[in-house]
């Protein structure tokens, strides 16, 4: 006779079963959860989100131009339906309840929120007016109820974008994309509102290091060479005619298609009708200038610019909108020690202390893709299950009385799913879904008491 059987939805067992927490809905939080609920050890998996909504950087940081990316909701969307797992919303950890209180309810916590702070730019006049960084901006256009208000200044001409990775190319899309491009987008309302107004029409992409040593991935980068409105461009005395030796077989086959795409770019028509997307390299950014608001940014050029001695070794961009678009740092959280250069936090292979784990951007920097992640939850479970043990921890059941009594409106699955019906019959014409961009709207939307 096994001592635990599935019935009706849920582990029955003459035995405890392993509770565990995890920290964050996004693809590291669901990939670990899906691991553990698929795992030999029965456990009980509840998904912690600040929000009423699930999926994290899939709702609210993947751009929302890229539909089919983010269709991997759907796949979370059956995790979140497991019988073993639970969802639950608008509950912030550290705030509604603490660290030492999840633990104490869980055998195990797994922290899967990510790294949600612009690396800082530390240059004079990064805090004037009309300097955003990429984290508020991607934030905006999708939505995210902390960033639906910061109101960007688009009436100006010319735009800097500071960064040469994926987040750069997202943001330089999404700004020279014409109305009828972003018409079958989840983009927020009152994104396209703004760009539909848009004034800017120079886009110019910074990259401290060369064309060669630029992040970007090349399919992101070859698509910017498609857009209806916008011409992409770059100097063709930048472009190296060989990358250095010595790269790993892969990165060079991207590096030299990117290559390639930006010898492409240098032959575009700079005098062709509507935007331009200037791409600049060894342009280390030095200082914001401007009076009362952003009106340029000043660069240092790099030795290794071919253009380094016969061009000024400092020269300024007009800027009306900066969006320093420079990578991502982790939030301190219940005085866990960071690590990386603050882009994670300090941990052993995903752990951090007895029955504490971590995984995703918080694990290992704000790096990878989406299926990155399923590697490490994979491997997190693994490891829970082989050291944790199932205690008869309580479970949620020790929490629920607490966040009710503070007034804590937690949201379930159910209550998602309403939202997103709401969402979705909202749409107009192409558009996925209108998306709730305050937490009052999507509460309301969703029932929850
Ligand atoms: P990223 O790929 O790490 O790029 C950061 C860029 O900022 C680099 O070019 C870096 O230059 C530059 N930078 C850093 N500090 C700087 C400074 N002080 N001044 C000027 N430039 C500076 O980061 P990301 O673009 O935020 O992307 C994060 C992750 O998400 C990446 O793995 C990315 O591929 C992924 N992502 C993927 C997609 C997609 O697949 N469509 C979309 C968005 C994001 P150095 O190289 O010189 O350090």
């Given at each position: 006779m096994p001592d635990s059987r599935v019935t009706g939805g849920l582990w029955m067992s003459e035995h405890p079963i392993l509770q565990v927490a995890v920290v964050g809905s996004g693809p590291s939080g669901f990939y670990a959860a899906a691991a553990l609920a698929g795992s030999q050890t029965p456990c009980r998996i509840d998904i912690f989100e600040r929000l009423p909504s699930p999926y994290g950087l899939i709702r609210a940081g993947v751009a929302p131009d890229h539909q089919t990316t983010k269709s991997i909701q759907d796949v979370f969307g059956e995790t979140a339906r497991h019988p073993a797992v639970r969802f639950i919303g608008n509950v912030e950890i550290g705030r509604d309840i603490s660290l030492a209180d999840l633990r104490g309810a869980y055998d195990a916590v797994v922290l899967a929120s990510g790294v949600p702070e612009d690396a800082p730019l530390g240059i004079a006049g990064a805090d004037l007016p009309g300097v955003h960084g990429a984290a508020a901006f991607v934030g905006w256009y999708n939505g995210h109820p902390d960033f639906s208000g910061l109101a960007p200044d688009l009436a100006g001409r010319s735009a800097v974008i500071l960064g040469n990775g994926n987040v750069a190319l997202d943001v330089a899309r999404i700004l020279s994309r014409t109305e009828e491009e972003l018409a079958a987008s989840d983009i927020a309302d009152h994104a396209a509102e703004a760009l539909a107004r848009s004034g800017l029409m120079h886009i110019n992409v910074m990259g401290r290091r060369g064309p060669g040593e630029a992040k970007f991935t090349n399919v992101e980068l070859q698509e910017i060479g498609t857009l209806q409105g916008a011409t992409a461009l770059a100097d063709a005395r930048q472009i190296p005619e060989d990358l250095p030796d010595g790269l790993p077989p892969r990165d060079r086959r991207m590096r030299a298609k990117n290559l390639d795409c930006f010898r492409r770019f240098a032959q575009s028509d700079p005098g062709a009708p509507g935007r331009r997307i200037r791409f600049g390299f060894f342009a280390r950014p030095i200082a914001i200038l401007g009076?009362?608001?952003?009106e340029a940014v000043r660069f240092a050029r790099a030795e290794q610019d071919p253009l380094f001695r016969s061009a000024p070794d400092e020269f300024d961009i007009p800027a009306d909108i900066v969006i320093a678009s420079i990578g991502y740092r982790a939030r301190p959280f219940s005085g866990l020690p960071l690590a990386e250069g603050e882009r994670a936090?300090?941990?052993d292979d995903g752990r951090i202390e007895d029955g504490l784990y971590v995984v995703g951007w918080l694990k290992r920097g704000p790096s990878g893709k989406i299926a990155t992640n399923r590697l490490d939850g994979d491997a997190i479970a693994e490891r829970i299950v082989a050291e944790?043990?199932?205690?008869g921890a309580p479970g949620f059941s020790a929490l629920a009385e607490r966040l009710a009594d503070k007034g804590v409106r937690a949201s379930n699955f159910d209550h998602w799913l309403r939202m997103d019906a709401a969402e979705i019959a909202a749409a107009r014409g192409p558009a996925p879904r209108r998306k709730f961009t305050t937490i009052a709207d999507m509460l309301r939307a969703g029932g929850v008491a």
């Open positions: 009076t009362g608001r952003v936090l300090a941990n944790c043990t199932a205690s």
